[in-house]
């Protein structure tokens, strides 16, 4: 064998990876992924409960504008509905100054469920209606129910 064919043998002998270099990195690469998929969860799910809180607590304004041009707040039947248009049974039609909220419809919780309104409220201390989303296990009742007498000021 001459000198130059040994080189020419190292040269293609390195050129590329093997399987096992090529599998390591791909493992490598696999655990790193799924410690951030564990890592991010959570974080997606405090992220959906703020944005909660904070949509609850953006009804509140519009809320205390109706209840000051009709004098009441929307009733449990009326809904938050009643801030885009006026209800058909209320006793004054000229009173109401709507749309109190922007958009054509009132939006969704982060999981993609409506909002659930009661008034008079009989979670709220004050003489307020409730505004609660069911939260991310969608049912009513539960500990990850997110309503505006949880959120803080």
């Known amino acids: 064998m001459t000198f130059s064919s040994v080189q020419t043998l190292r040269r293609r002998r390195r050129g590329g990876f093997t399987l096992i270099e090529v599998m390591l990195v ?3 690469l696999v655990i790193i992924a799924s410690m951030a998929v564990v890592a ?3 974080m997606r799910k405090k992220a959906r409960i703020q944005a909660s809180q904070t949509q609850i607590k953006v009804f509140e304004t519009p809320l205390e504008v109706y209840e000051m041009d009709l004098g009441e707040f929307p009733s449990t039947n009326q809904g938050l509905e009643a801030m885009l248009a006026a209800p058909s049974d209320l006793s004054n039609q000229d009173k109401w100054f709507g749309p109190y909220l922007k958009g054509n419809t009132v939006p969704l919780d982060p999981w993609g469920n409506p909002y659930q309104y009661e008034y008079p409220g009989k979670q709220n201390q004050q003489d307020f209606p409730d505004i609660w989303s069911f939260g991310p296990d969608k049912r009513d009742g539960t500990e990850d129910d ?4 949880m959120v803080e000021e």
Do not use: D, F, S
Request: charged share 10%; proline share 10%; aromatic share 10%.
């Open 26 to 28: 791909l493992m490598i």
């Open 40 to 42: 991010i969860r959570p």
């Open 146 to 149: 997110v309503g505006n007498w």
